[in-house]
């Protein structure tokens, strides 16, 4: 029986927006994931840009499908994944990676969403996704940090 199934992300990044962008706006590209790649030869920031996500031994395909430099926003949905990539097969999942410009301060609000149906193990996979956010949004503090 397939559940639908929901993992919120967000942080607040001592960085301003400009910066933290320069680091997440390239779909191609994932600070703290060495193995990204473009399979398609769009530009990295074009709707329809499909990268390649190599982690261990398992896969993930994802297309862009929503981009906005003036809005800070990268959409995205999940073509095809390796067998033991989630602790349990996700479909239909679609993520969305926003960020908003914190005022007081000079620092960026993150706001990574992913919505997905899945069967008994979704709060497992919820966990991974959860985890993997938290990993590329953590690379990406210590990257804008040493600028």
């Known amino acids: 029986m397939s559940q639908e199934a929901k993992v919120l992300y ?3 990044i001592d ?7 320069a680091e997440l706006r390239q779909f191609d590209k994932l600070p703290g994931l060495a193995s990204v790649e473009n399979v398609n030869s769009s530009s990295s920031t074009e ?8 982690v261990g031994s398992e896969h993930v395909v994802e297309t862009l ?3 906005s430099e003036t809005d800070y926003v ?13 602790p349990d097969p996700v479909f239909e999942y679609t993520g969305k990676l926003q960020l908003f410009e914190v005022t007081e301060g000079n620092k960026t609000f993150v706001h990574w969403s ?3 149906k899945g069967s008994e193990k979704w709060q497992a996979t919820r ?3 959860s985890n993997l956010f938290a990993l590329i949004i953590g690379e990406t503090d210590k990257a804008v940090k040493q600028q």
């Open 74 to 86: 990268v959409g995205y949905e999940i073509n095809q994944h390796s067998e033991n990539l989630f």
């Open 127 to 129: 966990e991974s996704i």
């Open 114 to 116: 992913a919505n997905w």
């Open 65 to 67: 499908i929503e981009f």
């Open 47 to 54: 709707v329809g840009c499909v990268r390649k996500i190599i």
């Open 15 to 21: 960085a301003p927006v400009s910066r933290v962008w």
């Open 10 to 12: 967000s942080t607040v």
